[in-house]
């Protein structure tokens, strides 16, 4: 496991859950991705909800967010944004692009970009399935790097495995792109211990973007110890499950049209029902604690390991502000039992995505 780069200090439990230790404060203010990537900020700022599946946003305030949170991170650190070429179709890298054009130069200069590939859309916002071949490899580059308005990518990696295109050939592709400048580092996004292994033969992976949260750990079985013995960082995603465990989502709420959450098995009928009553037991520990239900899904995530960096998908900067809180709750051993005592590994209802969707999860095989 990579260390902080911090004069911070942690300590851990070696015999933690993650099988290497669960770190109880979260104040050290960078991490690095992987023994081969870059250093960043321990929180990575999501930025898909400002242009897609979860119905509109607010263009102004989302450059806002983005500008906050690039103020809020301390200089000689590293930022990260996360976006993917297929958010709104493009609509993402160029939000993405203004807000870096209209931010301070010394913050842009330390924002780096970590941007999936690979989804094939329709015109009608459809999904019609992933291309992991060279050549597509080379034309998703070509097309993120001018809307981006930059001559490289920090991190790139395709979003989901492609069936028909062996991972060796996706990653050499990016492999060569690193060595042309126009790629930093290579990453991986929701794949298995076995595919992980064989695209970490092929190039350097700086790190495995994967959903990861207190309702989300099927990684700590088999992917995270690859992941750890392969020297690759997690950026975890879906931290506060699209909302469901971030304290605000109730019960009788109304989702927006073309709202992802819509389609969510967790977010349907009894499925809502009985996660929310987990939210609930999570509120009592926060409350105990005086902060958030989400500031405490958050630190949980920071707590799992300091190769660990959770990626917010704040579209708002009061909720980038307790998003950021989190950064300074400290959890003891019993804050730690009394959260696994409220939401129990595989205590979710309901799997992460819909049928189909969950079909093209490499990770889920």
């Known amino acids: 496991m990579t260390k902080n780069e ?4 942690t300590t851990a439990d070696p015999a933690g859950p993650t099988g290497t230790g669960t770190t109880t404060t979260t104040t050290a203010r960078r991490r690095r991705l992987g023994s081969t990537g870059p250093s960043v900020f321990p929180l990575g700022l999501g930025c898909m909800g400002m242009s897609a599946l979860y119905g509109e946003a607010d263009r102004s305030e989302s450059v806002a967010t983005i500008h906050a949170y690039l103020d809020a991170v301390p200089e000689g650190t590293h930022t990260l944004l996360d976006t ?4 709104g179709m493009g609509h993402n ?31 009608e916002g459809g999904f019609a399935g992933y291309d992991g071949r060279p050549d597509a490899v080379r034309n998703f580059l070509a097309y993120s790097l001018q809307r ?13 495995v492609d069936p028909d295109v062996p991972i060796e050939e996706t990653v050499g592709a990016i492999a060569e792109a690193v060595q042309a400048g126009h790629v930093r580092h290579v990453g991986l996004s929701e794949v298995g211990a076995d595919t992980m292994r064989r695209a970490a033969a092929v190039a350097p992976i700086s790190d495995l973007q994967i959903e990861y949260s207190l309702i989300s750990r099927g990684i700590e079985e088999e992917i995270l110890p690859t992941a750890r013995e392969l020297g690759i960082g997690v ?38 029902d009985r996660n929310l009553d987990l939210v609930d037991a999570l509120r009592k520990v926060a409350d105990d604690k005086g ?37 300074d709750v400290t959890l003891s051993p019993a804050d730690l039992a009394a959260i696994e005592e409220a939401v129990p590994a595989g205590s979710a209802a309901g799997d992460r995505y ?9 990770s889920e095989h």
């Open 354 to 362: 819909p049928a189909a969707q969950m079909a093209h999860l490499d």
């Open 291 to 327: 902060v958030s239900v989400a500031q405490t899904a958050i630190a949980w995530a920071l707590s799992r390991g300091e190769d660990i960096v959770p990626l917010v998908g704040a579209r708002r900067r009061d909720r980038l502000t307790e998003a950021l809180g989190a950064m």
């Open 148 to 160: 981006l308005g930059r001559d490289h990518i920090d991190i790139y990696r395709i979003a989901r």
């Open 84 to 87: 993917g070429d297929f958010y």
């Open 93 to 123: 890298e160029l939000l993405i692009a203004e807000a870096l054009r209209t931010a301070p130069a010394a913050a842009r200069d330390r924002a780096l970009t970590s941007v999936k590939f690979g989804a094939l859309r329709t015109v």
């Open 235 to 272: 950026t975890a995603y879906g931290v506060l499950s699209r909302g469901l465990i971030s304290g605000h989502f109730t019960r009788d709420r109304a989702l927006a049209p073309g709202d992802f959450r819509g389609m969510s098995p967790r977010f349907q009928g009894e499925n809502l």
């Open 6 to 9: 911090s004069i911070d200090t």
